[in-house]
């Protein structure tokens, strides 16, 4: 129930509390990574995170109850059972971890508030495509946009020829 709660959290909120913990004043300010790409990172797992394992949780589960009279009979130990419901749930584990990416690589609020949005070092293609629209640069804006897209298919087609060339094995 928490995670499945936590998967609609909304990023700017997350964004603030990883900038209020990571502060100067706050609890983890000695670490001095506000404004920096390992801020990002925190932020972004902490987006992505309850996505990926209800999903995952969900998918085990429904593995497991379907298998688990199976496992019992024919006294599969834990390697074995472990191995058979990875095989069984790779193509769905792909389409979740692909779920997390998408919300991570659509990600702007966040990652503005604790990474500044610093040229060179914490702009992110989204936070880019904010400032430009932002600075009325439609134009370059939208090719950033387009440019995303195109990047995301890519990498979509990359895992989906991994998926059909495991399935055909």
């Known amino acids: 129930v928490i995670l499945n709660s936590f998967m609609g959290i909304p990023p700017v909120l997350v964004g603030l509390v990883v900038f209020l913990l990571f502060a100067k004043d706050g609890p983890f300010g000695v670490f001095e990574i506000l404004f920096t790409p390992y801020a990002m990172i925190i932020a972004q797992f902490i987006i992505i995170f309850p996505i990926i394992a209800s999903l995952s949780y969900e998918l085990f589960l429904k593995i497991w109850n379907e298998y688990r009279d199976h496992f019992r009979s024919l006294n599969i130990p834990f390697k074995g059972r472990v191995s058979i419901i990875l095989r069984n749930s790779l193509q769905i584990l792909f389409t979740i971890i692909m779920t997390g990416f998408g919300r991570a690589i659509s990600e702007v609020g966040a990652i503005m508030i604790v990474g500044g949005n610093i040229e060179n070092y914490t702009r992110s293609m989204t936070t880019a495509i904010s400032l430009e629209t ?36």
């Open 134 to 169: 932002r600075k009325g640069n439609f134009d370059y804006a939208i090719a950033l946009g387009i440019f995303l897209i195109l990047l995301t298919i890519l990498i979509n087609v990359f895992v989906y020829l991994i998926k059909v060339s495991k399935k055909n094995r």
